[in-house]
């Protein structure tokens, strides 16, 4: 019983939310995908993702938006960026 109340309640653990950086990342890695051809699908310059990435700049309120669309549904939104890019 003593060992209930040591354990921390990992429920009430408080994390920030994933900023643009972050979820870039973590998209890019679930799609396996490179900076280069990352860039290509979101039509940025390269240098403009890696910047994001390292936090240099940070992307405008409609990237980040674009960053959340992607991040919460990463392969349909590539699907369909492939195929608006492909027109």
């Given amino acids: 019983m003593a060992d209930d109340i040591d354990s921390p309640d990992w429920t009430e653990e408080v994390t920030r939310p994933l900023d643009a950086s972050a979820k870039l990342k973590?998209?890019?890695?679930?799609?396996?995908?490179?900076?280069?051809?990352?860039?290509?699908l979101?039509?940025?310059?390269?240098?403009t993702l890696q910047n994001w990435e390292q936090r240099r700049t940070a992307p405008d309120a409609v990237a980040r938006t674009l960053i959340d669309l992607i991040y919460d549904d990463p392969k349909e939104m590539r699907a369909r960026m492939m195929r608006r890019n492909a027109a």
């Fill in 26 to 40: 973590l998209t890019r890695g679930l799609l396996v995908m490179s900076q280069a051809d990352f860039a290509a």
């Fill in 42 to 47: 979101l039509g940025i310059p390269v240098t």
